[in-house]
């Protein structure tokens, strides 16, 4: 369907392109002759000259109008158009998206992706306990020796984890996925927190390919995905999802401190930060090349460029200068270009006694907003930067 839409589109074009260049070319044919000049300013102009000017500028008016529209149509033609897989992610990640702790709007991040990292706990083998065990049999009972004591329980029934704040890393697992769309299928129903439909996880994984092809595959990542993670991976009918109950998702930890740190200030509110943060294991959900995947890393770096923020903030204000600036510094490489980590770091560099770091972390400011917007700093950063060095100067509005 939507192929079939991109070329009526096309034709459509064609024709009005060539409708249009057709007029063009008849213009140039009925293009009217140029008027005569007086022979000096100071004489009047005939009634002739003036007619001949107005005709000759309503023909390039009418020429300059045809160029206009020709390249509207050549833009119509080869624009893209969200597809429908698009649209239906997009709507339901926006349902989605939850505002931060103060409401400000912050400038998405987009950050590279990395492939997945699978880590699992290394566990004791078998054959390592079997010798113990026999030795025991063969000597009759006795008191255990220390070595016996100190043997680690069986983790086989370790709660099972899913981490995605960063690459994605399943715990507890006895094997690791083969596939990719298997390590996406989870990412995905651990992220909606929600059971999903089959056809939406198709175009979810598989977006803008035909279901009929897509089944088979799709049908593999489940069966991969139910053997990794047991009766945590769930199955109605139609409907997927993930049993939180049974699994650790730190997106989910990760949410509970959020909620806690904008029901709470001060010391306990620093805390809460700080434990969010350090759930950060890189950039989130790297490794999981997808529209949904891309949408959500946005909103979770931009939580977490407030955090940094945030939490500098109140160390600058209890006289932590150096951790202020190591927080700040770690915000502004997530987004060179948000002016708020920077104006934090500046203010710790001040604290500091860095003037010279000021004024270049400053200008490196400005540059790099003149590059990639075109635009100056914004008042209150200039306001801060020059009462930083001491100036007086009133910045206009």
Known sequence: MIGRTRIARRLEATL?????????????????????LPPSFSTPLPSATITATLKLAAWVVFVLLDLVLIRKVLQFAIRREPTHTELRLRHAFAQHELPSLDGRDWRAHAAPLAPPVLRLPVRRE???????????????????SPSVEAAPTDTSNERLGVLLLGPLELRGCKKQPRRQATAELIAYLAVQRRPASRDELLEALWPGDDPRRSAGRFYQAVSEARKLLGDAFRRDRDMYALDHRQLRIDLDEFDRLRSEAAATMGKQQRELLDRA??????????GIDALWADTEARRLTAFRIEFLERAGRMRLESGDASGALALAEEAAAADPSNE?????????????????????????????????FGLEPSRDTKILYRRLLGQDATIAT
């Open 16 to 36: 009005a392109v060539t409708a249009l260049l057709l007029a063009l070319a008849l213009s140039w044919e009925l293009r009217p002759a140029l008027p005569q």
């Open 126 to 144: 078998r054959a390592e306990r079997e010798p113990t065990a026999l030795h025991l049999q063969r000597h009759g009972p006795r008191e255990p």
């Open 277 to 286: 943060l350090a759930l950060f294991r890189g950039d989130p959900l790297a």
């Open 340 to 372: 708020r980590p920077v104006q934090l770091a500046i203010e710790a560099e001040a604290a500091l006694g860095r003037r010279e770091a000021v004024v270049e972390r400053y200008e490196r400011l400005r540059r790099n907003l003149d590059d990639q």
